[in-house]
T-cell receptor, first 117, second 112 residues
């Protein structure tokens, strides 16, 4: 089946620094990638949708200048948390689809746990 | 607007017993529904999905779900629970433009 990887799997950083998280589709071309965040014992909340070669679409309430998303190729999307603060600590998960069909399956990465001190 | 509600944030069953995880949806258009499973500190794995056609959908690991339009439900079942089924389960519905809206999740515990 389709595999999506994320790197790093966990990261600890100091408040005020920026952190980049990579999401890669390993065996398919991802026309669309999604970024979610998940707080402890809560559900996934969609942050943004990114399509290769175009600007990401952010969900209401998500600061696009704080969560920078780049989808430079059909196999790679990156999420950069800029000037991270403790409240940004969360589990970030990406997913990818290989077609534009909205019923298509999203394949999820294993997630990245971010801890901001 | 599409949404899903999962009844019961925690469900505990004995090994070998029936697993029933409840999901009700709200949708103004024919819904496309998914069940995902999440093991600790991992991403989500698709169990099964309903788009069109047969209302009883079979998935991986012996799970199945039945789409019931009259009840706006898409409950997940498994005849006999295994210890390895212990995980968190999320029901989801597709919103327009391929966006998934997740329920709040149900944590399944399997007792020996």
């Amino acid at each position: 089946g389709a595999v999506v990887s994320q790197h790093p799997s966990w990261v600890i950083c100091k408040s005020g620094t920026s952190v980049k998280i990579e999401c890669r589709s390993l065996d398919f071309q991802a026309t669309t990638m999604f970024w979610y965040r998940q707080f402890p014992k809560q559900s996934l909340m969609l942050m943004a949708t990114s399509n290769e070669g175009s600007k990401a679409t952010y969900e209401q309430g998500v600061e696009k200048d704080k969560f920078l998303i780049n989808h430079a190729s059909l196999t790679l999307s990156t999420l950069t948390v800029t000037s991270a603060h403790p409240e940004d600590s969360s589990f970030y998960i990406c997913s990818a689809t290989d077609s534009g069909v909205f019923t298509d399956t999203q394949y999820f990465g294993p997630g990245t746990r971010l801890t901001v001190l | 607007a599409q949404s899903v509600t999962q009844l019961g944030s925690h469900v505990s069953v004995s090994e070998g017993a029936l697993v029933l995880l409840r999901c009700n949806y709200s949708s103004s258009v024919p819904p496309y529904l998914f069940w995902y499973v999440q093991y600790p500190n991992q991403g989500l794995q698709l169990l099964l999905k309903y788009t069109t056609g047969a209302t009883l959908v079979k998935g991986i690991n012996g799970f199945e779900a039945e789409f019931k339009k009259s009840e706006t439900s898409f409950h997940l079942t498994k005849p006999s629970a295994h210890m390895s089924d212990a995980a968190e389960y999320f029901c989801a519905v597709v919103r327009a433009t391929n966006k998934l809206i997740f329920g709040t999740g149900t944590l399944l515990a399997v007792q020996p």
